[in-house]
């Protein structure tokens, strides 16, 4: 497990980096995969826990809104309001052409498509692009600011120092649960440890990019890391709060090792989403 954790990280991570350096349309594309591959995650989970969101609007209207972070000019309103009304009309349709109560239908559970379904998927598909394509945007927007690419070189590694500093104080000092239920690992002995190592990690990689980017300092680089640090367990513990509804442990097997998409990413698009406006606050 160990070995195929490590292999995914050392072919990933520099693709990530290369990416982010290029920029623009090549970078918008890989993270519009990243989320429509987390937002197709969250469509299984709770297909195959017997609801029926549309998978073609979650997944889509995730991609949309991501891509909206980089083509601006669309606007985002538009964008919410024509999702709202077109999930409305798929669920409404679902429900006239589906089976009477008490005849079976196509979804897991195999119970009638009656109206508390049609509902549910409405709110499950509008819930599953806004969340997964709104956040997902940021690492977007975050990228295309100004010094943009140093500043989310500060941004996604808190968070990976944070999860390497909890992973590895928590399993070695760890004995106060934080969320004994929802995330049975993780402790507050963890939770300081992640802290730590975040603003550590942060200071002295702002000091670096400072030599690139002026407004980027350690100082910076120190409120930011806590700020993350703090923060992003948060995201984790959202995408536990999903898993843990159907009694999952990852969100799906696409990468070895490590579980799947929103596995990796739940904590990155809350850690954007803080970077973003840490950086607007700044300016």
């Not at 350096?21 to 299984?44: D, K, M, N, Q, V």
């Not at 239908?105 to 009656?114: D, E, I, L, R």
């Not at 295309?144 to 989310?152: A, K, Q, R, V, Y």
Request: one cysteine or more.
């Amino acid at each position: 497990m160990l070995k195929q954790r490590l292999i995914v990280i050392i072919i990933m991570l520099p693709v990530l980096v290369y990416f982010a350096a290029l920029g623009g349309l090549p970078y918008t594309l890989l993270i519009s995969l990243f989320i429509g591959l987390a937002a197709w995650e969250f469509w299984r989970m709770f297909y195959r826990g017997g609801y029926a969101p549309s998978a073609i609007l979650t997944i889509g209207g995730a991609v949309l809104f991501c891509l909206q972070g980089y083509f601006t000019q669309i606007p985002l309103e538009a964008l919410m309001v024509g999702l709202a009304m077109l999930t409305a009309l798929v669920q409404l349709v679902k429900y006239e052409r589906g089976p009477q109560n008490g005849t079976p239908n196509s979804t897991p559970s195999g119970t009638a498509y009656g109206a508390q379904n049609a509902a549910l998927g409405f709110c499950i598909t509008l819930a599953g692009s806004l969340y997964w394509g709104m956040l997902g945007s940021y690492l977007i927007r975050l990228r295309m600011l100004p010094d943009g690419f140093w500043w989310l070189m500060l941004t996604l590694p808190a968070v990976w120092a944070s999860d390497s500093g909890g992973y590895l104080i928590g399993r070695t000092f760890g004995q106060h649960f934080m969320t004994p239920r929802l995330s049975p690992k993780k402790t507050w002995e963890g939770f300081a440890g992640g802290i730590v190592f975040s603003l550590l990690l942060t200071a002295t990689l702002g000091a670096l990019w400072h030599i690139k980017a002026e407004q980027v300092t350690w100082q910076s680089g120190l409120f930011l890391g806590a700020i993350i640090a703090v923060l992003v367990p948060l995201g984790d513990f959202t995408g536990s709060l999903f898993k843990r509804f159907f009694s999952l442990k990852d969100s799906s097997k696409l990468i070895p090792g490590h579980g799947g998409v929103i596995d990796r990413i739940d904590t990155w698009v809350w850690a954007a989403v803080l970077g973003y406006y840490f950086v607007i606050f700044l300016q």
